[in-house]
């Protein structure tokens, strides 16, 4: 069993970096122009020609109200109307990558994500899983993880009912905060029954999974109201939380210019925030996965990290990286084989691209060798908190301490100062780095050198 994590204030203050959250190496930073439809045609003919099982990532962007924290893909409106047209483009879609694959090849995982899926009606839902049913193969015994993001707002008992119906047993439920006053602040009323009322259906429709997302930096939050709030989200007894740190970047992300910056916690509270989220989470029971998340110690993801297995993609840490991801809908990214491809994310171009029975792939990248060995160094340490050097020069035909020289310097002082342990054989991340990951990662990023740092939040 993996050591916990510890609390280290200076380390923290040393290191906590903007940068990279790895859900992919390289980095969507780095998507280019250069990759269309072509790409991704080649890429799919080769997933069939190897069998290798799918994941799907359906994005749907709509979403009735505005949150003001939100950086995520989405359109704000009331219109409901507005569905019908983008399900029509998004069909075709489904068609024309699902004929350049076989139908014999298992979706393992499934998500919908948003925006607020649940913004489309039961019919919307029902006609779109038939459409995915009838491309690609969905597996009927309940063996795959199929998930979707849920707005408690937008959900009652019928809606989840309807879900299970439909196959999926897994959901995330946004909830971020439970104070009413930080609810105003960032313009997302949602109370603690409503929370509740789902998370009793989905327990009593026996879904398999339940995650509650949680965002520390929020205006007007302080410790004792966060702390509040966690603790009234470990009596719901999710198997899964994620705690994520609010990075206000109001030039990036238009929403958030409604935030007052004077309103937001300070450094150090913020600080403050996720040290007693963290005793507050162990203390229940919980385990401490990485990059903002928690699972139950019964959970696929603790398990999956204590047999090594754990991995990391689009969709975040997963038990189905082995998988080919293909991202539907507007602004979505798929990575196939060594092909990473995002459809544009601007809505009219989406549809209308496909309108003309073309796909709305707009740029992406294809990995080269250096990729491909520094995303497997990345992988084992973002997940596992461990790498071994001969696992790296088996598959990759290198020496690895040769090949790295240079980083050296880095890695040293980093075990210095504590963050690791470092010898010839093996880097380990010690508990008081586990907090720190991506700063690790980052020494192994050969393009962050090049980029602004402002385009990444904080490690903490």
């Given at each position: 069993?993996?050591?916990?994590?510890?609390w280290?204030?200076?380390l923290?203050?040393?290191?906590?970096?903007?940068?990279?959250?790895?859900?992919?190496?390289?980095?969507?930073?780095?998507?280019?122009?250069?990759?269309?439809?072509?790409?991704?045609?080649?890429?799919?003919?080769?997933?069939?020609?190897t069998?290798?099982?799918l994941?799907?990532?359906?994005?749907?962007?709509?979403?009735?109200n505005?949150?003001?924290?939100?950086a995520?893909?989405?359109?704000?409106?009331?219109?409901?109307?507005?569905?019908?047209p983008?399900l029509q483009?998004l069909?075709q879609?489904?068609?024309?990558?699902?004929?350049?694959?076989?139908p014999?090849?298992?979706?393992?995982?499934?998500?919908?994500?948003?925006?607020?899926?649940?913004?489309?009606?039961?019919?919307?839902?029902?006609?779109?899983?038939?459409?995915?049913?009838?491309?690609?193969?969905?597996?009927?015994?309940?063996?795959?993880?199929?998930?979707?993001e849920?707005?408690?707002?937008?959900?009652?008992?019928?809606?989840?009912?309807?879900?299970?119906?439909?196959?999926?047993?897994?959901?995330?439920?946004?909830?971020?905060?439970?104070?009413?006053?930080?609810q105003?602040?960032?313009?997302?009323l949602?109370?603690l029954?409503?929370t509740?009322?789902v998370?009793?259906?989905?327990?009593?429709l026996?879904?398999?999974?339940?995650?509650?997302?949680?965002?520390?930096?929020?205006?007007?939050?302080?410790?004792e109201?966060?702390?509040h709030?966690?603790?009234?989200?470990?009596?719901?007894?999710?198997?899964?939380?994620?705690?994520?740190?609010?990075?206000?970047?109001?030039?990036?992300?238009?929403?958030?210019?409604?935030?007052?910056?004077?309103e937001?916690p300070?450094?150090?509270?913020?600080?403050?925030?996720?040290q007693?989220?963290?005793?507050?989470?162990?203390?229940?029971?919980?385990?401490?996965?990485?990059?903002?998340?928690?699972?139950?110690?019964?959970?696929?993801?603790?398990?999956?990290?204590?047999?090594?297995?754990?991995?990391?993609?689009?969709?975040?840490?997963?038990?189905?990286?082995?998988c080919?991801?293909?991202?539907?809908?507007?602004?979505?990214?798929?990575?196939?084989g060594d092909l990473?491809?995002?459809?544009?994310?601007?809505?009219?171009?989406?549809?209308?691209?496909?309108?003309?029975?073309?796909?709305?792939?707009?740029?992406?990248?294809?990995?080269?060798?250096?990729?491909?060995?520094?995303?497997?160094?990345?992988?084992?340490?973002?997940?596992?908190?461990?790498?071994?050097?001969?696992?790296?020069?088996?598959?990759?035909?290198?020496?690895?301490r040769?090949?790295?020289?240079q980083?050296?310097?880095?890695?040293?002082t980093?075990?210095?100062?504590?963050?690791?342990?470092?010898?010839?054989?093996?880097?380990?991340?010690?508990?008081?780095?586990?907090l720190l990951v991506?700063?690790?990662?980052?020494?192994?990023?050969?393009?962050?050198?090049?980029?602004?740092?402002?385009?990444?939040?904080?490690?903490i």
């Amino acid at each position: 069993m993996l050591d916990a994590i510890s609390w280290d204030t200076d380390l923290i203050r040393r290191y906590d970096l903007a940068g990279p959250r790895y859900t992919s190496y390289p980095t969507a930073v780095q998507f280019n122009g250069q990759v269309g439809s072509f790409d991704l045609f080649h890429a799919l003919r080769d997933s069939r020609k190897t069998m290798r099982p799918l994941s799907l990532y359906v994005h749907v962007p709509f979403c009735a109200n505005i949150c003001y924290y939100c950086a995520c893909n989405k359109v704000i409106t009331k219109d409901r109307g507005r569905a019908l047209p983008y399900l029509q483009r998004l069909e075709q879609e489904i068609q024309l990558i699902a004929c350049h694959l076989d139908p014999a090849q298992k979706v393992e995982q499934l998500h919908f994500g948003g925006g607020t899926p649940t913004f489309l009606s039961h019919d919307e839902l029902r006609q779109l899983m038939a459409q995915l049913r009838k491309h690609f193969n969905l597996l009927d015994d309940d063996s795959g993880d199929y998930g979707i993001e849920i707005d408690p707002r937008e959900a009652d008992w019928s809606t989840m009912g309807l879900l299970r119906e439909l196959g999926f047993n897994r959901v995330s439920i946004g909830l971020q905060d439970l104070d009413p006053a930080v609810q105003r602040a960032v313009n997302r009323l949602q109370s603690l029954e409503e929370t509740r009322a789902v998370i009793d259906a989905a327990r009593t429709l026996q879904f398999r999974s339940i995650n509650i997302d949680l965002i520390y930096g929020l205006p007007r939050q302080t410790p004792e109201n966060f702390a509040h709030t966690v603790d009234e989200v470990i009596n719901l007894q999710p198997d899964r939380l994620s705690v994520f740190n609010y990075a206000h970047l109001p030039e990036r992300f238009m929403p958030q210019r409604r935030i007052n910056s004077d309103e937001l916690p300070t450094p150090a509270q913020k600080l403050e925030m996720l040290q007693r989220t963290i005793e507050q989470l162990t203390a229940a029971g919980y385990r401490y996965i990485g990059m903002d998340h928690f699972a139950l110690p019964d959970d696929e993801l603790a398990i999956a990290q204590e047999d090594s297995t754990l991995q990391r993609n689009f969709q975040g840490y997963t038990t189905h990286g082995h998988c080919d991801l293909i991202g539907l809908g507007v602004s979505a990214i798929s990575q196939i084989g060594d092909l990473y491809c995002q459809n544009t994310s601007d809505l009219a171009q989406y549809q209308n691209t496909l309108a003309t029975a073309q796909l709305a792939t707009c740029r992406g990248l294809v990995c080269n060798a250096d990729d491909r060995l520094r995303r497997a160094v990345i992988q084992q340490l973002i997940c596992n908190f461990s790498l071994e050097f001969v696992e790296i020069e088996e598959v990759f035909n290198i020496d690895f301490r040769g090949y790295f020289g240079q980083l050296w310097p880095q890695l040293q002082t980093m075990a210095d100062d504590g963050l690791i342990t470092l010898d010839n054989e093996r880097i380990t991340v010690l508990p008081a780095g586990r907090l720190l990951v991506r700063s690790v990662c980052m020494v192994f990023d050969a393009y962050l050198q090049e980029l602004n740092h402002q385009r990444f939040s904080r490690v903490i």
